[in-house]
Nanobody
Framework: QVQLMESGGGSVPPGGSLRLSCAAS????????MGWFRQAPGKEREAVGI???????AYAPAVKGRFTVSKDNAKNLMYLQMNDLKPEDTAIYYC?????????????????WGQGTQVTVSS
């Protein structure tokens, strides 16, 4: 079974940058999508960026132009580069993998989540 583990979270001032990593252990089908999601206190979980099997990425409007999702298939790693961070980006960030990802999470019962990493943007 696939296991995912995020790293790279932390606390930065507004305008700062962070890079999150998601390490996958186990086999992930080449046909699967992977993505980054976040959940702020009192809010629903939302997709930040989803990368499909062809490498195309769909971004949430709130992060487009500031965040970049990429993958290193040889190393089973996915990244989230976050630039120009804003206080409203504060949340727990999760990575996910599934045959199909929706704007709110897994699309099938075969997918999996990482444990999450906290990102705090504050002066």
């Amino acid at each position: 079974q696939v296991q995912l583990m995020e790293s790279g979270g932390g606390s930065v001032p507004p305008g700062g940058s962070l890079r999150l990593s998601c390490a996958a252990s186990g086999y992930i089908s080449s046909g699967w999508s992977m993505g980054w999601f976040r959940q702020a206190p009192g809010k629903e979980r939302e997709a930040v960026g989803i990368i499909d099997k062809d490498g195309d990425v769909a971004y949430a409007p709130a992060v487009k132009g500031r965040f970049t999702v990429s993958k290193d298939n040889a190393k089973n790693l996915m990244y989230l580069q976050m630039n120009d961070l804003k206080p409203e980006d504060t949340a727990i960030y999760y990575c996910a993998a599934d045959g199909y990802l929706t704007p709110y999470g897994l699309g099938t019962d075969q997918g999996t989540w990482g444990q999450g990493t906290q990102v705090t943007v504050s002066s």
